[in-house]
């Protein structure tokens, strides 16, 4: 059976999930939270750094900054897109202000900038702000998955 090691968004522990019960609303097996709240997780580096290289799923990540005007609009976009898209797609949000570093790290020149990972790499990635449709047909096409 197919299984998905999935970061709990609360506590940070690896858990194992068949791949067939993602949509069962699973919780960590260590603090006992949900595993997807149906929103974007506000990610520090260490929690992307986690998400990216210890979790399974896909990460979608927005880079964006509390005074930019197109992120804030997008915000809303980015969180719709988030209920749409879990349990197959990890949704996070990092704060460039707060984590420069990782903004500098992977080169992030404008904001905001959605980056896709999958198994430790990024696959994709596209400037400027999107609506939720967007987002999510932008995450399929670069999944693969239609």
């Known amino acids: ?3 998905e090691m999935i970061v709990c968004p609360a506590c940070r522990a690896l858990n194992r999930v068949p791949a067939s019960r993602l949509g069962d609303a699973p919780r960590c097996g260590k603090c006992g939270q949900p595993l997807f709240a149906g929103r974007p997780v506000a990610a520090d580096a260490a929690l992307f750094d986690k998400l990216v290289s210890k979790g399974s799923l896909p990460v979608l990540v927005d880079f964006w900054a509390p005074w930019c005007g197109p992120c804030r609009a997008m915000a809303p976009a980015f969180e719709a897109a988030a209920r ?8 996070a949000k990092v704060d460039t202000e707060v984590e420069q570093a990782l903004g500098a790290r992977f080169s992030i ?19 400027g702000a999107m609506n939720e449709r967007a987002i999510i047909d932008w995450t399929r096409r670069a999944l693969g998955a239609g």
């Open 1 to 3: 059976m197919a299984e």
């Open 84 to 91: 749409a898209l879990e349990p197959h797609v990890r949704l």
């Open 109 to 127: 020149r404008s904001i905001p900038t959605l980056a896709l990972f999958r198994d430790g790499r990024e696959v994709a990635r596209q400037a």
